[in-house]
């Protein structure tokens, strides 16, 4: 059974840092786009940030571009998300998210319910 496990949430004050991490199991990532997604009360869960196969490629929402910085580490299945100078706006719950073989635009396109999902984690920005 795939799982994707998130973890790094937490209260933070606004310029504050955080990094998120997503642990896959049972899946090749080596074959897999992965990213971030993030939704906030009473919006649509929008992607963040995402990354393709190889690592080379990136995307980000313009919203986080110059913050916000993805990798991924294939030998341990992670992803990881750093969030820097965080604000108010960048308050939800964020999604890790995989699409086989999807580029990384792509893959933040839009939320596929076809691609696995995490659980989600809670970032709060407040002071």
């Known amino acids: 059974q795939v799982r994707l496990v998130e973890s790094g949430g937490d209260l933070v004050q606004p310029g504050g840092s955080l990094k998120l991490s997503c642990v896959v199991s049972?899946?090749?990532?080596?074959?897999?786009?992965i990213g971030w997604f993030r939704q906030a009360p009473g919006k649509e869960r929008e992607g963040v940030s995402c990354?393709?196969?190889?690592?080379?490629?990136?995307h980000y929402t313009d919203s986080v571009k110059g913050r916000f910085t993805i990798s991924r580490d294939n030998v341990k299945n992670t992803v990881y998300l750093q969030m820097n100078k965080l604000t108010s706006e960048d308050t939800a719950v964020y999604y890790c998210t995989a699409g086989f073989r999807r580029p990384a635009q792509a893959l933040c396109s839009f939320p596929d319910p076809s691609n696995h999902w995490g659980q989600g984690t809670q970032v709060t920005v407040s002071s």
């Open positions: 049972n899946l090749n990532l080596n074959y897999w786009g």
């Open positions: 990354i393709d196969m190889s690592g080379e490629t990136t």
